[in-house]
């Protein structure tokens, strides 16, 4: 049965386009989503393949392979009151080729062996065959950060405040009850203590189904490529590896107000969302940010015949690179009398548009950007990286292989592609 409103709180690890999808969404209709958080719990969860925990994929009526569906973030609500967090060190004999993958009991050689929680700490979380601790991670300079009842702001506690919440870690973290991970804040760390700063949530992966079975925090160029001839059960081919959708992004415009148009690669697109953030600076330096809980409310929109290879993302006008905003009226007035004199061609009525690449670093993401650009919009690469460099901007979602390519667009090529009304919607004046 198709829904207009549709309440997704079904957890995932693995994005498996084989696997039923958790209900049905009518073509405008909204997602209501309880989220869990996305990186450090799942990554403490030796459990599970993944290192992260999302939503199950959701159906959108009409939308086929081929077709694009254009996602906007109506709100985000944080619903953790503190999470830990921090910079990450593998642990060797506790995993084979991936730490976030394929999770091993340096006892008894399970892989993603069962475990259960005695204690806090890193070594709180035991093999239910063998009793050896598992702990494919270790929190090298971590923090945990509490917020206050508005949460919008975070401080940072000293290591007793750590302990105390600790024992309380999943109140804490308000853990949907549908989640199978662990709480971050078990690891009770306060190695930065009394750094305040602002929340501004945003959504690190959020996107569509891929077509082939990828651990869900792995649907990335970056760290998917960690999958290619793995030692493990999820190794991928490079040509596997192209059927991912690159909904791990963690770009820190991907917020409230924003829309992302993802393509569609499997039958009804398969809608997920999770690894919501407080706050974000560019590039996630330290690999890692504030997981939070959170509802996450998002409207779906099919796009007919839109192919995409990655997701397209339409920011906040705030959010914009400087050069790839769209033009005052006075500015406009000004091109036009200085067009008149010299009798040039302009290029008055023009959007911004920006589209993410992925890859094994930052070079490798950079040229999928803009390859990806080309595509969409029939320029040449040489011509993408002209007007990226006078009219737009290449930023760094996260370290080390997303970007996004960002430059202004006439309307005309817009309408060609059915996306002219969206990005007016986006962008009026």
């Known amino acids: 049965m198709t829904n207009r409103i549709i309440h997704a709180s079904k957890m995932a690890w693995v994005l498996d386009p084989k696997a039923p999808m958790a209900g049905s969404v009518a073509d405008g209709g909204m997602i209501v989503a309880r989220v869990s958080p996305g990186c450090w719990g799942a990554m403490i969860t030796p459990d599970y393949a993944s290192g992260h925990e999302v939503t199950h994929p959701i159906a959108v009526e009409g939308a086929e392979i081929g077709d694009a569906v254009c ?52 070594d709180a979380i035991k093999c239910a065959e063998c009793h050896t601790s598992v702990k494919p991670f270790h929190l090298d300079n971590g923090y945990t950060m509490l917020f206050n009842e508005e949460r ?24 949907p009850s549908s989640s199978c991970q662990y709480s971050s804040n078990l690891l009770a760390k306060g190695d930065l203590a009394g750094v305040l700063a602002r929340v501004r949530p945003m959504v690190g992966n959020i996107g569509s189904c891929p077509s082939v079975a990828l651990p869900s925090s792995h649907n990335a160029g970056d760290f998917g490529s960690f999958l290619i ?32 148009i993802v393509p569609v690669k499997v039958p009804q697109a398969g809608i997920y969302v999770g690894d919501v953030h407080a706050m974000m600076g560019d590039g996630e330096v330290a690999g890692h940010t504030t997981d939070v809980s ?46 008149a004199i010299y ?19 930052l070079n490798a993401a950079t040229a999928n950007g803009l390859e990806r650009m080309a595509a969409l919009t029939g320029y040449s690469v040489a011509e993408v990286k002209n007007r990226a460099t006078i009219t737009g901007d290449i930023q760094i979602g996260r370290l080390p292989g997303v970007v996004q390519v960002t430059l202004l667009i006439p309307s005309g090529i817009l309408q060609e592609l059915n996306l002219l009304e969206i990005y007016q919607k986006q962008y009026s004046r």
């Not at 009798?343 to 670093?361: K, N």
């Open 71 to 122: 996602i906007k973030i109506r709100k985000i609500n944080i619903l953790s009151l503190a999470t830990t967090s921090g910079t990450d060190l593998f642990n060797e004999g506790n995993f084979i080729g991936d730490p976030f993958v394929a999770k091993r009991c340096p006892g008894c050689g399970q892989i993603n062996p069962t475990t259960y929680l005695e204690g806090i700490g890193e």
């Open 343 to 361: 009798e040039l061609p302009l290029e008055t009525e023009v959007y911004p548009l920006q589209v993410v690449g992925t890859g094994r670093d």
């Open 294 to 339: 959170a509802e996450v409310i998002l409207e779906v929109k099919v796009i007919k015949g839109l192919a995409l290879d990655g997701p397209v993302v339409l920011p906040l006008a705030e959010d914009l690179p400087y050069l790839a905003r769209p033009y005052t009226e006075a500015e406009i007035l000004k091109a036009r009398q200085m067009a």
């Open 229 to 260: 001839n793995a030692p493990h059960e999820w190794s991928l081919s490079e040509a596997q590896l192209a059927e991912r959708t690159d909904g791990h992004m963690d770009i820190n415009e991907v917020r409230e107000g924003a829309s992302v």
């Open 152 to 175: 919008s702001l975070g401080i940072t506690v000293p290591p007793q405040e750590a302990l105390e919440i600790a024992r309380q870690a999943q109140e804490f973290s308000a853990i």
